[in-house]
């Protein structure tokens, strides 16, 4: 059993029946990935067992090949068990996320999170460093003197109970798979 450093589920890479190569092909070929897989896969890449040539040659044929809904949604179930997650208080009835490939300028976090809060919908955000040559939005959002990104779980939840929304930087703790996936990405 191969545990992911954060995460509090097991992943078991025997469990697919393929080593990371014959994953990398499978998906070369075409196939699709089922849950157990991409479950393999993620937690290979956060524990090391997949080096980043293979998961850059993995990400490849994603790109190339695609992935059909099932896949996609397995695998943001397993970037999200890949670490802590935060569990919203009772009084966020509404619950929502805002995801993008990022790219230049950054328009949608700097302009939907702080509607979505002025509109009583509480948001915490993650965004990421480095996207390219433009940098990230938290390279951005560090711009300016006095803004901090780097917010504990707790920090950022009392800043969405006080005022409605938080942005914060990815963690070590927090989707580790993710902040390894957007660096090969960036790469």
């Given at each position: 059993m191969h545990k992911?450093?954060?995460?509090?589920?097991?992943?078991d890479?025997?469990?697919?029946?393929?080593?990371?190569v014959?994953?990398?092909?499978?998906k070369?070929d075409?196939?699709?990935?089922s849950r157990?897989?991409?479950d393999a896969?993620?937690?290979?890449?956060?524990?090391?067992?997949m080096?980043?040539?293979q998961?850059s040659a993995?990400?490849?044929?994603?790109?190339?090949?695609?992935?059909?809904p099932?896949e996609?949604?397995?695998?943001t179930?397993?970037?999200?068990?890949?670490?802590e997650t935060?569990?919203?208080?009772?009084?966020?009835?509404?619950r929502?996320d805002k995801?993008?490939?990022g790219?230049v300028?950054?328009?949608t976090?700097?302009s939907?999170?702080?509607?979505?809060?002025?509109?009583g919908?509480?948001i915490l955000?993650m965004s990421?460093r480095?996207?390219?040559?433009s940098?990230?939005?938290i390279?951005k959002?560090?711009s300016?003197?006095?803004?901090?990104t780097?917010?504990?779980i707790q920090d950022?939840?009392k800043q969405v109970?006080?005022?409605g929304?938080a942005?914060?930087?990815q963690?070590?703790?927090?989707?580790?798979?993710?902040?390894?996936?957007?660096?090969?990405?960036?790469?």
């Amino acid at each position: 059993m191969h545990k992911c450093p954060f995460a509090n589920k097991n992943f078991d890479l025997e469990s697919c029946q393929m080593n990371p190569v014959e994953l990398i092909a499978a998906k070369r070929d075409g196939r699709e990935h089922s849950r157990a897989e991409i479950d393999a896969i993620i937690a290979a890449i956060c524990t090391g067992e997949m080096a980043d040539y293979q998961a850059s040659a993995w990400l490849m044929a994603v790109y190339l090949r695609g992935m059909t809904p099932a896949e996609t949604l397995n695998l943001t179930l397993a970037m999200r068990d890949s670490g802590e997650t935060v569990h919203w208080p009772d009084y966020a009835t509404i619950r929502l996320d805002k995801h993008s490939t990022g790219g230049v300028g950054d328009k949608t976090t700097l302009s939907v999170a702080p509607i979505l809060a002025a509109a009583g919908i509480p948001i915490l955000k993650m965004s990421g460093r480095g996207l390219g040559f433009s940098g990230g939005t938290i390279d951005k959002l560090e711009s300016i003197p006095g803004f901090k990104t780097n917010l504990s779980i707790q920090d950022a939840m009392k800043q969405v109970e006080e005022i409605g929304i938080a942005i914060i930087g990815q963690s070590p703790t927090m989707v580790p798979a993710d902040k390894i996936l957007y660096s090969l990405r960036d790469v």
